[in-house]
T-cell receptor, first 113, second 116 residues
Framework: GNSVTQMEGPVTLSEEAFLTINCTYTATGYPSLFWYVQYPGEGLQLLLKATKADDKGSNKGFEATYRKETTSFHLEKGSVQVSDSAVYFCALSSSGNTGKLIFGQGTTLQVKP | GAGVSQSPSNKVTEKGKDVELRCDPISGHTALYWYRQSLGQGLEFLIYFQGNSAPDKSGLPSDRFSAERTGGSVSTLTIQRTQQEDSAVYLC??????????????FGPGTRLTVT
């Protein structure tokens, strides 16, 4: 079945450091890939998405590229801020299906000033 | 416009009691999803509605769990004879529907259920 694996946290970085959160997936067909973010005390929000191979999703300085050859969708940001502290979830949704999201376990990011 | 709303925000119940959780999706969204977020299991899919029909119930963990949706809008998730392992945050999401490419799902704030 479809599944998502993301690196375990927590990840602790200093402000302005480079961020990478690894995500790999297993899926049949051609899924769409997502990164969701959950800030403290808030609900899940879509951060970025990519719907086909080699697409790059980007938002708020975050980027992720859909790599079919490595079945990966790693999240990157060049310079993190304290306000980026949150839990990040990688997810996939298979096209032509119900659209349901399959999530990774989540990675907690803490950015220190 | 208004986002997805859920009620109650918190629910504490005794083991063995029934609970009902409510979700109000974004107006015009035909697809509605329930997910559960727990420490041990992470974020897991429960059930999907398209209109009032539930073509995918594959994530419901047992027959104590059921859900319905009326008028293509409000949905209720019911848990009968609650157990301590049902303690979790129950999230509802809605989207415009299903297309060739999945539409963005908008999540509600969740209902935190604690079974004592």
């Amino acid at each position: 079945g479809n599944s998502v694996t993301q690196m375990e946290g927590p990840v602790t970085l200093s402000e302005e450091a480079f961020l990478t959160i690894n995500c790999t997936y297993t899926a049949t067909g051609y899924p769409s890939l997502f990164w969701y973010v959950q800030y403290p005390g808030e609900g899940l929000q879509l951060l970025l998405k990519a719907t086909k191979a080699d697409d790059k999703g980007s938002n708020k300085g975050f980027e992720a590229t859909y790599r079919k050859e490595t079945t990966s969708f790693h999240l990157e940001k060049g310079s993190v801020q304290v306000s980026d502290s949150a839990v990040y979830f990688c997810a996939l949704s298979s096209s032509g299906n119900t659209g349901k999201l399959i999530f990774g376990q989540g990675t907690t990011l803490q950015v220190k000033p | 416009g208004a986002g997805v709303s859920q009620s109650p925000s918190n629910k504490v119940t005794e083991k063995g009691k029934d609970v009902e959780l409510r979700c109000d999706p974004i107006s015009g969204h035909t697809a509605l999803y329930w997910y559960r977020q727990s420490l041990g299991q992470g974020l897991e899919f429960l059930i999907y509605f398209q209109g009032n029909s539930a073509p995918d119930k594959s994530g419901l963990p047992s027959d104590r769990f059921s859900a319905e949706r009326t008028g293509g809008s409000v949905s209720t998730l019911t848990i009968q004879r609650t157990q301590q392992e049902d303690s979790a945050v129950y999230l509802c999401a809605s989207s415009l529907g299903i297309g060739t490419i999945p539409y963005e799902q908008y999540f509600g704030p969740g209902t935190r259920l604690t079974v004592t």
